[in-house]
């Protein structure tokens, strides 16, 4: 992502959902970029859709969540590492005797909670996905199709270099310039591209006679320095 924005500057920034970590979305955020990214559901859900983890309310004051019971779940305060984020685990022993622990976790010791050191920018993130949905669809409609057209119609579905970034971004550009132009011929039809190619080179063609002239007129002036006529330009023509 870093990449991005040493080459444009960007306000927001798109991506699909599920190609985003935490560290990206604190990348954007020091960068002053804003984020839409729609966020893969939490894979471990309630056997109840009403006790998800979405519908615990966190305190960010008391550092604390409360269930839907009305019971806080605490953390001591203590960071986890996980592979690419810290968190911190927040549990309540009242899970032991709550009447809808079954609803609410599979686990043996009840509901525990792992927030992110991310969290804060990821809930930030989520927020504005619900408030621009037509922008995203927009992205997805204009995005994807070029994709799909790669993966599935003409069955580049993985990048043949892969010894560095240069060297598959130059394989990606390939791909996308043999789509663009399908795409060209396929909007303005092939007819009207050659009239405009044959066009350009008529006005190349053009272009190149004061140069012929110019160049005549430097040959004159090396070799008869007294002549002021170019004795080339007939032959050039």
């Given at each position: 992502?870093?990449?991005?924005?040493?080459?444009?500057?960007?306000?927001?920034?798109?991506?699909?959902?599920?190609?985003?970590?935490?560290?990206?979305?604190?990348v954007a955020d020091r960068l002053g970029i804003e984020t839409i990214v729609a966020v893969p559901g939490v894979a471990a859900?309630?056997?109840?859709?009403?006790?998800?983890?979405?519908?615990?309310?966190?305190?960010k004051e008391e550092d604390y969540y409360t269930c839907p019971q009305n019971q806080q779940l605490k953390t001591n305060g203590r960071w986890?590492?996980?592979?690419?984020y810290q968190f911190k685990r927040y549990t309540t022993k009242a899970c032991a005797n709550?009447?809808?622990?079954?609803q609410c976790s599979k686990a043996i010791c009840g509901k525990a909670i792992q927030?992110?050191?991310?969290?804060d920018l990821i809930g930030i993130n989520k927020q504005r996905v619900n408030q621009n949905q037509?922008?995203?669809?927009r992205r997805q409609a204009i995005v994807e199709h070029p994709y799909g057209t790669l993966k599935r119609q003409w069955g580049f579905d993985h990048i043949v270099t892969k010894k560095g970034m240069a060297r598959a971004s130059a394989d990606v550009g390939l791909l996308m310039t043999a789509y663009?132009?399908?795409?060209?011929?396929?909007?303005?039809?092939?007819?009207?591209?050659?009239?405009w190619a044959l066009q350009q080179f008529s006005y190349f063609l053009e272009s190149m006679v004061p140069l012929k002239f110019k160049l005549a007129q430097i040959r004159t002036s090396i070799l008869f320095p007294n002549n002021s006529v170019s004795i080339f330009y007939v032959c050039l023509k």
């Open positions: 992502m870093q990449n991005l924005f040493y080459e444009a500057i960007i306000s927001q920034l798109y991506y699909d959902k599920g190609y985003h970590t935490g560290s990206e979305f604190a859900q309630a056997p109840n859709p009403q006790y998800n983890v979405e519908n615990f309310k966190y305190s986890h590492q996980a592979r690419t709550c009447k809808v622990k079954d927030r992110s050191q991310y969290q037509s922008y995203y669809k663009n132009l399908r795409r060209l011929i396929n909007i303005i039809g092939i007819k009207t591209i050659i009239k």
